[in-house]
């Protein structure tokens, strides 16, 4: 085998370390939305209905955050999977990482500033015919992993957010509105609940912008 002369070697292995620094590190997000024709085709199959409203509603009857695996519950598992470079303690809990948050492009440094969305908000979910369900249904519902539920966002934009809808509240980030949408979208076809009329507006108009 022919051996590389050793300024060669030297020099790939600057090149290999040089792409290391420079390069972005991708941050990740929950699962990618269908794409936007089989979002619109979903769209037309939610049902238009009047959103019953809140009463007798209460966050306890969606238990959230359940255990995933081990030590880890769903919180730190969203902010593993949403973070860079995420440091866990022995019992899961992120110690140190980087968070984006899409909703307002901004950078979260610490655990405690981000908050885990439900990007269909419980009470929402409930108005729009979660009340009917079993608790054991709207508790993998506030835990769901497999569709767009979940997001790690920066906390005061997710207080600011709260239980309101798309007609109510919109990522502060104009880019974001297509996917939000589309999240919003997917999520309500796939545990079937319903949308008000002015809801279903202002998701069109999100959607406009894909």
Known sequence: ?????????LIGALVVAATHLTATPA?????????????????????????????????????????????????????QRDGVDVVTSSTCSATSGSWYSVY????????????????VALSEAWGSGASTWTTSKRQQFANSLSDGQLIAVTDNVNASKSDR???????????Y???????????????????????????KSMLATC
């Open 104 to 119: 307002d492009g901004a950078w979260n440094y610490a655990s405690s500033d981000v908050d885990i969305d439900h990007v």
């Open 27 to 79: 941050f990740a997000s929950p699962p990618d939305p269908p794409a936007l024709s089989t979002i619109n085709s979903e769209l037309a199959t939610i049902a238009i209905k009047a959103e019953t409203g809140s009463a007798g509603y209460s966050r306890d009857l969606f238990p959230h955050w359940s255990t995933q695996s081990g030590s880890c519950d769903t919180r730190e598992i969203v902010l």
């Open 1 to 9: 085998m022919t051996r590389l002369p050793p300024a060669l070697l």
């Open 177 to 203: 509105h297509c996917t939000y949408a589309k999240h919003v979208v997917h999520v309500k076809y796939g545990w079937g609940l319903s949308m008000d009329s002015a809801e279903k507006a202002a998701i």
């Open 165 to 175: 809808d798309a007609a109510e509240w919109q990522p502060p980030l104009a880019s």
